[in-house]
């Protein structure tokens, strides 16, 4: 009780947070989460949302019942979770018989690198996948110690529920088997056996999210691509960034500098030996200091080790760290910590109170810099200036404070945010993206369309960049081009759905109908895509005279958004009235003005269907 008070207590201030990054795109922005029917898409259609995480945006569409758009909802369903797992670590440590298991869940939970994943809503996927994961953990044990393959597949279930959330505990596996030789829970044989289809899940999981990066999210091209040694270099120094953020943690910030790797430099290879030196000499220390601190720093190297870089990740186009990686892996040092406070106190009784003292002491002090922390989130423009205070020689926070300005109509301040970061790094992509949206902003298209084809030309990979690049080519009537960087963005990025239509009107102003058709029937594999596809598609064979084609697709557009019925009548209408001439012009007057009448039931103001039936009308009179 009183460590949950606290917690909620330090994470007061995001009951007045909002929404960062990319939390309307998981949310408020994101159809299937915001339409009642948007359930069964969620788990059925795996493009409907960002990531297939089912259970996670089946959280997210039960919250979005009950809070709508209002942000305070969603962080205080954070905030609880948060301290549902700090209590789930407390009774996991307690039956792994952890001295102080209270004090290292504490730490877990009041520790301000844990707010890079409290306060941000999006991560709630994060605190879903540990809480299940925890509970996944803690039945396991239950199973170890009194039997019953119903405790066994309850814990496997709630496994599969944590992958489905977010594979973050995808390492649960071989924690089990650093759990089983450290407290030697009983045969060897058994321990490896039971935790085999734990393992068999976690590679079928990890697969899918491996082809799901390649393949939707397009973790490709240079910004990702490193050999094996740099990639040791990377984890090495990433999982000393990380416990070092844990020993000291200032500055923090969503962001921070991303590091040039360099083989050639001695000094970079000291970060991943001191790793593997730390963990020999722990090994070697196990005599002395028991097996547990070799197990905790373990249990955190093989939690965290996902996000090391060995394999990657969409977010290393920014940086190769992120402090919300190590939600679920700071349980590793915090239960070691307090082992060590904790046993301290109890060993050295003359100095018990200074020693708690001190102990109480530093768990205020984490409480404050996490109440700190947690305030900057409270917009984006104060996060992002709080991260461009702490890490100023990174452009990503910069360009992220320019684009939030940018979003609030601050136009002068986004402009001069942006140019600051162009002014150190004359290459940054996403910097003349972002200028050149500012630029387009204030009526300076030429200047504007200057900076798209260098964000281009720095980064081909840019699906945003050279998205609106052919759009700014198609309204300037370069029609070729356009066709052409619709196609290249398309063949880099098939899942880039809202190209396809401006894609197929490039090729129609070109005259290209048959690539034009194609392009719309690839657009339905994109179920946002399907309603403005279908609409383009029905005005194309309405125009070649495919009429019964054309309703279809009309009524198909109407049918996948009503939303939108009331953009998709007057051309449906149109379509219908064309076809009402062309009988009328076969000289089959009644049907025609049937379909005149037709037209005028699905849109009373259609124009050409109310011409035509007055003539009809005035001739006959």
């Known amino acids: 009780m009183v460590l949950g008070f606290v917690t909620l207590l330090a994470y007061l201030p995001l009951n007045r947070a909002g929404p960062i990054w990319d939390d309307k795109d998981y949310i408020t922005d994101n159809a299937a989460v915001q339409e009642t029917e948007g359930l069964a898409r969620i788990w059925l259609e795996p493009g409907s949302c960002p990531y297939y995480y089912p259970v996670t945006f089946t959280a997210f569409w039960l919250e979005a019942r009950f809070f709508g758009e209002r942000p305070e909802g969603y962080h205080t369903v954070s905030v609880l979770l948060h301290a549902a797992n700090a209590a789930l670590a407390a009774w996991i440590l307690l039956q792994l018989g952890v001295t102080g298991a209270w004090v290292g869940a504490a730490f877990f939970a009041l520790h301000p690198v844990q707010v890079a994943t409290v306060g941000w809503i999006t991560e709630q996927k994060n605190l879903i996948a540990t809480f299940w994961y925890l509970l996944s953990l803690a039945s396991y044990l239950r199973y170890f110690r009194n039997g019953g393959l119903g405790t066994y597949g309850l814990s496997l279930a709630l496994f599969v529920l944590s992958l489905l959330s977010k594979p973050v505990g995808c390492t649960l596996p071989v924690v089990l088997l650093l759990i089983g030789w450290w407290k030697q829970l009983g045969d060897k044989r058994r321990i490896v056996v039971s935790s085999l289809p734990f393992f068999a899940v976690s590679l079928a999981v990890s697969i899918f999210t491996w082809w799901w990066e390649k393949s939707v999210v397009r973790v490709e091209g240079t910004a990702y691509d490193f050999s094996l040694l740099e990639r040791v270099l990377i984890a090495g120094r990433a999982a000393c960034f990380y416990f070092g953020k844990l020993l000291w943690p200032y500055p923090l910030g969503p962001l921070y500098e991303k590091w040039d790797i360099d083989t050639g430099a001695a000094w970079q290879y000291a970060f991943p030996w001191g790793v593997l030196l730390g963990l020999v000499a722990l090994w070697m220390g196990r005599r002395r200091w028991g097996r547990g601190p070799f197990v905790a720093v373990s249990y955190y190297l093989v939690t965290v080790a996902p996000f090391l870089g060995f394999l990657s990740f969409s977010g290393m186009i920014y940086a190769f760290v992120f402090n919300h990686h ?114 387009a902003s204030r009526g300076n298209p030429n200047r504007a369309f200057e900076h798209l084809e260098r964000a281009v030309a720095t980064d081909p990979n840019f699906s945003n960049a050279r998205f609106n690049l052919a759009m700014a080519l198609a309204s300037r009537g370069r029609k070729e081009e356009a066709a052409r960087e619709f196609s290249e963005l398309l063949k880099r990025r098939p899942s880039y759905w809202s190209a396809y239509v401006p894609y197929s009107q490039s090729l129609l102003a070109l005259g290209r109908k048959d690539e034009a058709i194609a392009a719309l029937e690839e657009a339905f594999n994109w179920p946002e895509a399907e309603a403005s596809a279908h609409r383009q598609l029905g005005t194309v064979l309405a125009k070649e005279g495919r009429f019964e084609e054309s309703f279809q697709h009309f009524e198909e557009a109407i049918r996948e958004d009503p939303n939108q019925a009331h953009r998709v009548k007057p051309d449906y209408a149109e379509a219908v009235a064309g076809y009402g001439e062309d009988l009328l012009a076969n000289g089959e007057t009644n049907k025609a003005c049937e379909q005149f009448e037709r037209a005028l039931e699905i849109w009373p103001r259609a124009p050409r269907a109310k011409e035509v039936l007055e003539s009809i009308s005035g001739a006959g009179e």
């Not at 020693?355 to 205020?364: N, R, V």
């Open 326 to 439: 190590q939600y679920t892996a700071v349980l590793g040092p915090a239960a070691l910590a307090g082992a060590w406070f904790t046993t301290l106190i109890l060993r050295k009784k003359a100095f018990e109170k200074p020693l708690s003292g001190l102990l109480l002491a530093l768990l205020c002090v984490c409480a404050a810099l996490t109440f700190r922390q947690s305030i900057f989130y409270r917009s984006e423009i104060d996060l992002w200036s709080e991260n461009v205070r702490t890490v100023p020689r990174s452009p990503s926070p910069r360009n992220y404070l320019g684009r939030a300005l940018l979003n609030e109509g601050r136009f002068e301040e986004a402009f001069g945010a942006i140019s600051e970061t162009l002014k150190e790094h004359p290459d940054e992509p996403e910097s003349h993206f972002l200028m050149a949206s500012i630029l």
